[in-house]
Each structure stands twice: as structure tokens, then as C-alpha cells.
């Protein structure tokens, strides 16, 4: 078990595309790995890559719905509907802010073996993959949030 130090608001890696996983490798292995244990460390349900620095397409996600995603690679097929609701981040502590996120998407991705599986998520499952993927692509919700950024309870759910 390791626990990655998560970069937060202002560091660079938080602002940069990331480049796809070509394959997988002990390292990368131990990244998903490690990225899983600092996600929960957190209390977070979602964890990208460059959160902890490195700039690779994964990211990682535990919505409590009774599965550990991985995701490579990941590509939005399709989205549908809108959800509005509180949204937070590992990278920004202390925050939340309202982000309205489509309510459906489906996604295509590859595993931990690099096999590709597509995912349809709903509701939170939904929020997390956007706000995930937006991570890989240097994107973060601060720049989506309607109205003022919210100082957070503790205890809620931060991605
Ligand atoms: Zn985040």
C-alpha cells in the first residue's frame, strides 16, 4: 500500500493533456494500484493520474455501487440528459461548487489487462467519469462551477 501525494489547485500537472497508456507494465501496475490507495486515503470516489503527477491516461473510480474501476484510455461515446448537484475534488480540499454534468454517459475504455469494455454510467457514476476525464484532458470542475465555489463539509464526497 502507498499513498501518492495528490497535487492540488495551481501545480501544473492538474493543467496538462495527458498521453495514452500503450501498454501495461509493473509500474503502471503499481500506479493503479497506489492510485486506488490514495483515493480512498482521501475519501474521494474518483482519482486521475495527473492528480498524483503523472501524466498517463487512468484514472480510477469507487462509487460504492460494488466495483473498482479502471479506466485507460477512456473515449465519451455518448451522453445524455443534465444533472446539477454539489461536486468536489481531491484536488481543490475544502470545496464544492454546483456542476451540471449529463445524467447518462457511456464510455469505452481499456482495464488493468488493457482489454477495451465499455461503461454506462448514471447519476454519480456519470459525474465521476466526466469529472475524471476532464482530469486527462487538464480540465478541472472549478472552471465549470455555477455561482461561487463552497466551502465544504466535512465527510462529503470529493473526486
Ligand atoms: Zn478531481
Sequence with gaps: MAIRQIRTLGDESLTKVCKPVKEMNPHTHQLIN??????????????????????KQIFVMDVEDGNRYVLINPQILSTEGSQTGLEGCLSVPGKNGQV???????????????????????????????????????????????????????????Q
Design 34 to 55: 497506489d492510485m486506488f490507495d490514495t483515493m480512498y486515503d482521501g475519501g474521494g470516489c474518483g482519482l486521475a493520474a495527473p492528480q498524483v503527477g503523472v501524466r
Design 100 to 158: 451540471t454534468r449529463a445524467e447518462k454517459v457511456r464510455v469505452r475504455a481499456l482495464n488493468e489487462s488493457m482489454e477495451e469494455y465499455e461503461l454506462e454510467g448514471e447519476g454519480l457514476l456519470a459525474r465521476c467519469i466526466l469529472h475524471e476525464y476532464d482530469h486527462l484532458q487538464g480540465k478541472l470542475y472549478v472552471d465549470l462551477v455555477e455561482g461561487e465555489l463552497l466551502d465544504a463539509d466535512a465527510g462529503e464526497e470529493e
